[in-house]
Each structure stands twice: as C-alpha cells, then as structure tokens.
C-alpha cells in the first residue's frame, strides 16, 4: 500500500490536511480538503486532526502487532496516548 509519505498536518484554517511545514507551500502536497458543508467548525476541526494523524496511527499499530515484550507494549501504550491527545486536538 502506498500513501503520501511525510509529515501530515492540518492547515491553520482547518481547510486541508497537508504535508507541508507551516508557512511552506512549495514542495508540498494537500492530502485532503475538508468539508465545511454542514459540519460544526469543532467536526471539521476534529476531522481534519483525525485525518492528519493516520499515518501515525498506522505505523504504531504495525509496531504494536510487531512487538514481543511487556516493556515494548508499556512504551508504544505511551505512544498511543499522545497520538490520541494530538487527534483530539490536546497540546503536548
């Protein structure tokens, strides 16, 4: 499976999702828009966090199913929970 490598992130107008470094626009690539039709700005928010964070999700699930000791589940949980904070829009 291929997707867009790089660093996702949400546009400061929560109007795409991105690989750009803020403030950047050469070089990068829009991974999505988001809609605004008929959604709250705190849904197209939450989308747009929820999407950017995917590749992350991905990659620690894979090293999840991956792992073979307590210690290596004890850190990826760690992980986990930033990721979620950062889907949720928590700074951290």
């Given at each position: 499976?291929?997707?867009?490598?790089?660093?996702?992130?949400?546009?400061?107008?929560?109007?795409?999702?991105?690989?750009?470094?803020?403030?950047?626009?050469?070089?990068?690539?829009?991974?999505?828009?988001?809609s605004?039709?008929?959604?709250?700005?705190?849904?197209?928010?939450?989308?747009?966090?929820?999407?950017?964070t995917?590749?992350?999700?991905?990659?620690?699930?894979?090293?999840?199913?991956?792992?073979?000791?307590?210690?290596?589940?004890?850190?990826?949980?760690?992980?986990?929970?930033?990721?979620?904070?950062?889907?949720?829009?928590?700074?951290?």
């Amino acid at each position: 499976m291929k997707w867009t490598k790089g660093n996702w992130r949400v546009a400061d107008d929560f109007s795409e999702v991105t690989t750009s470094p803020v403030g950047v626009l050469e070089g990068s690539k829009c991974i999505c828009k988001i809609s605004f039709f008929d959604k709250t700005t705190k849904e197209v928010q939450a989308n747009a966090r929820l999407i950017a964070t995917a590749p992350e999700m991905l990659e620690l699930l894979k090293q999840i199913d991956e792992s073979m000791s307590i210690r290596e589940l004890d850190e990826l949980l760690i992980k986990a929970c930033d990721i979620i904070k950062k889907a949720e829009g928590a700074n951290g």
